[in-house]
């Protein structure tokens, strides 16, 4: 016999309890307890249906017929098959706060309307390309942004950042928020300069396609049945008899961390290497050291981008695109339309396609093979303002470690140049997870231009960074490669101007085949040495503690509790102006940034000096605040999950 359980089919915030918002968002995240759970599933012998009564036609279920409906609608699916509740599964706001979890609730409502528009919505073991790519954004971040000891407090969002459900209002009166699903996920765009510190053979193993270490992609899971797209499911599914436990691979793809499949072969990092770099390798010498060798002083050459290959091929184009009523505009708008309602989905779905196709918007997209949209930037131009307002800004999901992001924005600066030649600033309300992305290419939080040329053009909302990019006449942002090539010549032939650096000397006869094992080294023996500068005191000085095991398990420790979901109110010391009597009550008080501090300058003799200051922190806490509040239930949470990991560490030899 089987049991009805309800699932709710409201995508409107405001008519969801927090019970019900949980109970998607848990549906949508893997389970904290048990760390084998995929997302909520029902139990065997459960039937799911959905809350609300589905509207048949006249002749539609005859089952109705001969029904009690006076019948009491069945309870909510309130336990998962693998034991656990749905705020186990990530959906807690005394545990992630208030604030992640209405980001998370917003999430989760849009992968439900996605599985509604596939007919998908009580399969809760359907997923594709699209549920896997926006889900993603369920991953709990790493540590939250708080500042102060305080709970972490609603801010009154603006109109485009509200709930799903919120009508969108007039134009004017709503914030674009350029929040691309790039965010810090698309920092890859610009891994140069990161790539600069990294020597050559961790570049190459780093770009290697199917390198060690990399896995295959289990196949995308298809559709269920022909279900028609956009009907509901009216038939109640019923959870499997037997669940076997998720692969490790598994559970990775449920949070949007499995490595994509690959079709290439696989390439070992040796066989890109000449003989000069192999013979090199196999005595020792770091590659990157095997360049000055060969007399040159220019860097490696980096590979090219994806993004550029496939540029060049054809694989994709650069369009610009406007609503001029065309069939082309038409599907091309329609793709744009879609790809930002499935990447930003705090933002209200009929607020996009109004934006969308306003004649007065104008779009750049990135089409793949015909007319498939994989990236795209829609903007507002004020050519009389001088100025130009991106509204919205992202890629797909699984494209952007390509380098899309920094190229779109590249070729927008170039067609903004080409079409409108006196525009030289672009303007765009950014929202946290994008204020980084926009950094780079260009955008700052100072804005230089005047208020009386954009006020009343923008709206200025609070939870959103307003920010500013200039263009630069004399650059050619399509061909910045070169420019910057030009500019690192420069420097470094003025370095060698200045200095020594790039003159190679002999190795020593002491580090010779044959040489006595025996043979110690003068410094002052070593060939350029002396011409560089280098005197004794200067070895000295870089002499720094020694770091041991103990240090690095404290490192670990300290920063597993700074990133723990139950940790921000421990960051950093309480602010006195905002707890007035805080410190009357604790004269001993401490925090995790004062333990780092600690760390840092070598003031732990031993492991049970740093556990105590992570006592001090929890007793502390439990002083101050009464029980049952949430920083004492994050405290008692947070010292149990400390406790679990202190049997780890490493016993000394005696």
């Known amino acids: 016999m089987t049991m009805k359980l309800s699932y709710p089919a409201s995508h409107e915030p405001s008519k969801l309890t927090e019970s019900l918002l949980s109970l998607k968002i848990a549906r949508h995240s893997s389970c904290l307890a048990c760390n084998a759970c995929l997302g909520l599933r029902p139990p065997p012998g459960i039937d799911v249906v959905l809350d609300e009564p589905s509207h048949e036609t006249l002749l539609g279920d005859l089952e109705q017929y001969g029904s009690d409906d006076d019948e009491e609608a069945p309870p909510y699916l309130d336990r998962c098959v693998c034991g656990h509740d749905p705020k186990s599964h990530g959906a807690d706001p005394n545990d992630i706060g208030e604030e992640e979890f209405a980001r998370r609730g917003r999430v989760a409502i849009r992968l439900d309307e996605l599985l509604q528009d596939v007919g998908e919505l009580l399969n809760f073991t359907f997923a594709d390309r699209d549920i896997i790519s926006v889900r993603r954004q369920m991953r709990i971040p790493a540590s939250h942004s708080y500042t102060t000891a305080s709970p972490p407090a609603s801010v009154p969002l603006s109109p485009a950042s509200s709930a799903l459900s919120d009508p969108p209002g007039p134009a004017t009166k709503k914030r674009r928020v350029s929040t691309s699903s790039l965010s810090d996920a698309d920092d890859d765009d610009d891994d140069d300069d990161e790539d600069e510190d990294r020597p050559l053979a961790a570049r190459m193993t780093r770009h290697v396609p199917g390198s060690r270490g990399e896995k295959s992609a289990r196949p995308i899971l298809g559709r269920s049945g022909k279900t028609v797209p956009g009907s509901k499911s009216k038939k109640a599914r019923t959870g499997p008899t037997s669940l076997a436990p998720p692969t490790d691979h598994q559970l990775a793809e449920m949070n949007g961390t499995a490595v994509p499949a690959t079709k ?83 933002m209200p779905r009929e607020y996009i396609a109004r934006l969308v196709y306003d004649a007065s918007s104008k779009a750049l997209a990135i089409v793949k093979r015909g007319y498939k949209v994989v990236g795209g930037i829609c903007y507002r131009p004020f050519p009389h303002r001088g100025f130009a307002e991106i509204v919205f800004f992202a890629t797909n999901s699984i494209d952007q470690e390509k380098g899309y992001g920094g190229t779109l924005m590249d070729h927008f600066k170039a067609h903004i140049r080409q079409t409108y030649p006196d525009m030289m600033h672009f303007l765009t309300y950014a929202d946290n997870s994008a204020v980084g992305y926009f950094e780079k290419q260009g955008f700052t939080k100072d804005i230089t231009l005047d208020r009386s040329v954009w006020a009343g053009y923008i709206k200025d909302y609070e939870g959103g960074t307003i920010m500013q990019c200039t263009m630069v006449r004399k650059v050619d942002y399509l061909d910045k490669a070169s420019i910057f090539a030009k500019q690192q010549e420069a420097v470094l032939t003025k370095i060698r101007e200045l200095s020594r650096s790039h003159i190679v000397y002999p190795g020593l006869p002491q580090f010779q085949p044959g040489a006595d094992p025996n043979a110690t080294v003068n410094p002052k023996d070593v060939p350029g040495l002396k011409e560089s500068g280098w005197t004794p005191s200067m070895q000295a000085n870089m002499r720094g503690a020694p770091r041991n095991a103990d240090y690095y398990l404290m490192e670990r420790l300290l920063k597993d509790l700074q990133g723990h979901p139950q940790g921000w109110p421990f960051l950093i010391p309480v602010n006195a102006e905002d707890v007035a009597d805080y410190y009357e009550v604790i004269k001993n008080p401490m925090d995790f940034n004062t333990m780092e501090h600690k760390l840092e300058t070598h003031q732990y003799r031993t492991v049970d000096d740093f556990v105590a200051d992570a006592q001090l922190v929890f007793d502390n806490c439990r002083q101050y605040n009464p029980e049952g509040s949430i920083y004492s239930r994050n405290a008692t949470k947070l010292e149990k999950y400390f406790r679990e990991q202190l049997p780890n560490r490493p016993k000394k030899e005696e």
Request: hydrophobic share 35%; charged share 25%; proline share 8%.
């Open 264 to 346: 290439e072969p696989q390439i070992k990092v040796e066989a890109l290497m000449d003989d000069g770099q192999l013979t090199r390798l196999a005595t020792g010498v770091p590659i990157d050291t095997a360049n000055n060798l060969r007399g040159s002083s220019e860097p490696p050459v980096k590979q090219e981008k994806a993004v550029h290959g496939e540029l060049r091929r054809g694989v994709i184009h650069i369009i610009p695109i406007e609503n001029d009523r065309q069939p082309r505009s038409t599907i091309v708008l329609s793709g744009l339309k879609t790809l930002f309602q499935k990447q930003l989905p705090k």
